[in-house]
């Protein structure tokens, strides 16, 4: 094996990061030596098994020391603390990523240990399935989805990174931290949100009905149970962490609701059109991406 | 042709009544001529063009007065004023059947214009795609899906009904139509009325941001959007004649979303947690039924 001289590590190897490493082996040509890294035993045994890391290693230091490129994979939640832990064995001129959902809070809590030779580009992948762990990352994950990178210039720093990311068939976007929470909040955070709380109102009325009506989901209720299922411990840092962007948005929702409960209370005929046809048109703005999404979504 | 000598009418040439039409020339060896009418033109020629149908005619009376079975397949708003139409053709012993996703009120619009030599049998097939009209029908629709038949009694014209329906490939259960009004509103009605509101509440915020956010729509708001697309006739409709479990249920929804809403602020760990987690098991409970509804998400 005729092995590149850049190294690379990806700590945490759940979803994201065994993905990545899948879609380094996949679309790499032996450009990166990887080394992977994460807490728990048996993720970097079953990563071991996959063979899908050069070196998967039990100790953090062995895995970022020689790195060029260090790739965060943790929860939102801890970032704060593994990069604490990374910066002290980082070399000079490493590039440091992480790829959180929540951006703001993520880089308050790693920037404060980052030291000045060091080059910390924060990103986050918009993908995912509702499926956590070591086993259930593959190498096409981020194909046509975005990769977004949070850094107010382009420069030879990030161009490695977007490289990469479009290497793994991501479509790259850069924006500030402040305007990706805000998107975030609407269009996975706030939607995560109701779904959790429409499978959660489901099932008390079925302890009071003491029935089984969950089973007649159709399409619809079965989406929001496919949300619902995701990694609870993500999800509870996600809301922990963009609280305020979620707050405001969940606000806007709850004053539509409220103006549509009245429409159904008045049985308002003309205003109920009107609003589902707007809705309709939305659909159509949204940009045609890949489709490993709905083969996920057949795993049902 | 050696056609039987059963009559089958479908009124209204949507999506559920193209399907049926579909799967009666598929799964039936010419036990039925079936007729076909509704009252848009342009949808009796595709129809016509599709060639799914022995006759499709241009009077209702044509269509239901030789019909041993008549299956009424139009938007729960106007199931009255059709079966007021059609029953006053309609022969002896004849079986009338509906397709409306509303039980109560579709029944009670009805059964006023019932006259005791015909037998008004409800029926809620629990399918659907978010496209409509007679051109996004197809054969496979009812398969492993539920077929709802609201009887208190089985008896031999029931059985016609199942018979069909089973051959459709549905899975045939019996219910009040109470039930049926609630568990609907639950697993359907709500996850429809929270993705046209969510889906809403974000077009509003891209006009206030003057930024087009919705691009970045990831799992989660893809789901919502293909919800809060379909057809907004029916859904005002399901809104106006489900008013009462819908708003029920809505009041539910919201106290829950509240609480939620309370640990989000509260930045309470533990509560969103055990929230999280317990949601994510309810998704076991869902049957495994048919895969053309995910066929369907690929087209997106």
Not at 71 to 96: D, S
Not at 226 to 243: E, H, K, Q, V, Y
């Amino acid at each position: 094996m005729n092995k590149g001289n850049k190294n690379l590590a990806v700590i945490g190897l759940g979803l994201i990061g065994t993905s990545i490493l899948h879609a380094i082996k996949l679309k790499f040509d032996n450009e990166f030596v990887t080394y992977a890294y994460d807490l728990n035993l048996k993720h970097r045994q079953i990563v071991e098994n996959l063979n899908i890391a050069d070196y998967v290693v039990n100790d953090i230091k062995k895995a970022v020391e020689k790195a060029d490129i260090v790739i965060l994979a943790v929860p939102v939640g801890v970032m704060g603390n593994v990069a604490k832990e990374v910066c002290i064995y980082l070399k000079k001129g490493t590039i440091l990523t992480d790829t959180g959902s929540t951006k703001v809070s993520v880089i308050n809590d790693i920037k404060k240990h980052i030291s000045s030779d060091v080059y910390f580009i924060p990103s986050h992948p918009l993908a995912g399935t509702e499926h956590s762990g070591p086993k259930s990352g593959f190498a096409t994950l981020f194909e046509n989805r975005y990769w977004i990178i949070v850094s107010s210039v382009k420069n030879d720093k990030t161009l490695i990174l977007e490289n990469i990311f479009s290497k793994f068939g991501a479509i790259i976007e850069y924006m500030d931290a402040d305007y990706h929470d805000k998107a975030l909040a609407i269009t996975s955070h706030l939607p995560h949100l109701i779904a959790f709380t429409i499978v959660g109102t489901a099932s008390n009325l079925e302890l009071d009905l003491k029935n089984d009506i969950i089973r007649y989901a159709a399409t619809g209720f079965r989406d929001f149970t496919r949300l619902a299922s995701s990694d609870p411990t993500m999800w509870r840092d996600i809301f922990l962490n963009n609280n305020e962007a979620i707050l405001e948005i969940l606000d806007r929702f709850n004053k539509d609701l409220l103006e549509l409960k009245k429409y159904i209370k008045q049985k308002n005929k003309k205003e109920l059109f009107d609003f589902f046809s707007k809705t309709r048109r939305i659909r159509s703005k949204i940009v045609k991406v890949g489709q490993h999404e709905y083969e996920d979504f057949k795993k049902i």
